[in-house]
């Protein structure tokens, strides 16, 4: 292939009409290109102006795929500029359908697909040249996509989706990222038999063999770039803590579903108990839903109290988890291990055994209410009633994905509660005008870039539990004179380094950093990249 149509074909070094009249002799790209040349900024406003026209966000998340494909500098420009407007089509709510309709809309490859039958071939399928700067990955399996469900390979969206906030937010260069689908199969049998499925026609593969792929994996990961960071994402309820347990000694890596949820919804907690002057050891809290999200935001919450003095059973006193059969309560219930930590001690609830969120609720009158369930609707108006009859401000979260696997509807919530509940929701919704205090999007992409950012500029060797705890912090106070519990949208570059800067500092202290600087908010800061188009060579 000529160089000149190399230019053009890779997303990365393209640059459409932008190409210099120089660039044009040089690279014999005269005719191949129409005679105008353009500017970041004139190509901005002519893809604006073509989203703008279009007729729905599903439309515009795949006209975005398409341009990333195509252009990827000019993707990350447009979305960097426009992030209030884009975020919630390249990421939750509208990534969830790209997710479910990927199949429809594939055009060209990006990213790897790991599949099962290709398991002898990693490493094979790794070592592309195009991978030599890849310092971060961001892997899933689509078995738990958003509160989707099961989106066999078109899960994909989602480290797609991610690694886009990636370099928004925390300012990595396109080129250093790698989204990665392990394909074992899926157990949705719609995409196994609709004939435009992209992966694997088969049920998940399980057990010791799913394992046994999994290990090669890690391993040819850690072989291929040594000290690049993993994040894995929207793997199921089991799998999710699994993984991470046996894998976090041997990557640089972390959970983003079990430890960034936890940051920010601790970190969003903490914001608002600045507000109210009541510390956390003093909420009465309840987890609707206790998987990954739930119990990681559990785990947290434990280590947050235990700073401020309590001890562990203590700590554990001020939580109450829910899971699909009701209350958690010690030898009552089919729950994972992780969950289990959190059951009430036996004789205590006992007439809670098969009541109702609102029964519960008026029994425990919570003062903090998060629903991590991906069931839509779960908070119902009587539980919210009840909740909001017994505290002031109620503070609740239905922090599920996407819009429509929320707990409720923060207009409803607001309703319920004579607009004194405090709302923080996982997807972007409209403002109420009722709120006293605005509603918050409480999502782990106020965690993961600056996570990622902040263990990779202190080389690392691992992510710690401390380090998602100073995330919280560093988070907590960046909301700061904020309107809402939360910096807006629009600074998350901002929260992005402030958070990295908060992680490398918590590296050196747990004597986990390999890098050495007096100070790292500068040195972060020079390390962020802006979309901007490079010379082509
Ligand atoms: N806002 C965020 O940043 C954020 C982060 C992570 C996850 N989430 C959302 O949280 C949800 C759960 O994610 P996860 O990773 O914990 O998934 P998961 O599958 O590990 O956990 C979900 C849990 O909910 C329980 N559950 C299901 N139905 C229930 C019911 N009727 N009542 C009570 N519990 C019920 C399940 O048994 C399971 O334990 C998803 O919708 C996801 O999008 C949001
Ligand atoms: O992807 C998101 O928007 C947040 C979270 O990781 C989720 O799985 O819901
Ligand atoms: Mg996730």
Redesign the pocket.
Known sequence: MSRARELLSDPLTNKGTAFTEEERDRFRLHGLLPPHVGTLESQMERRWRALGALPDNFQRYSFLRDLQDSNEILFHALVANNIEALLPIV??PT?GEGCQRFSEIWRRPRGLFLSYPNRHRIKEMLADPAYDRVRAIVVSDGE????LGDQGAGGMG?PI??LALYTACGGFHPGELLPILLDVGTDNARLRNDPLYIGWRHERVRGPDYDAFVDAFVAAVAERWPGALLQW??FAGANAARLLDRHRDQLLSFN??IQ??AAVAVGTLLSAMRRTGRPLSAQRILLFGAGA?GTGIGSLLIAAMRAEGLDEAAARATIWAIDRDGLIREGANQVSEAARRFARPAGEADDLAGADLATIVARVAPTVMIGVSGQSGAFTEDAVRAMAAAVDRPIIFP????ASHAEARPDMLSAWTEGRAIIGT??PFPPVKAALTPVTQV???YI?PGVALGALAAGARGVSDAMFMASARALAEAADGASALLPPVTALRDVALTVATAVAEQAVADGLATVATDDWRTRIAAMMWTPEYAAAE
Do not use: H
């Not at 738990?144 to 509160?147: M, Q, T």
């Not at 922090?399 to 996407?402: A, G, K, V």
């Open positions: 990421y939750t990534v738990r996509i958003l509160g989602i989706g991610k994402e929207d983003d579903d960034g949820t999200a922090l599920s994905n996407p996982g997807s999502n782990n992409v993961f």
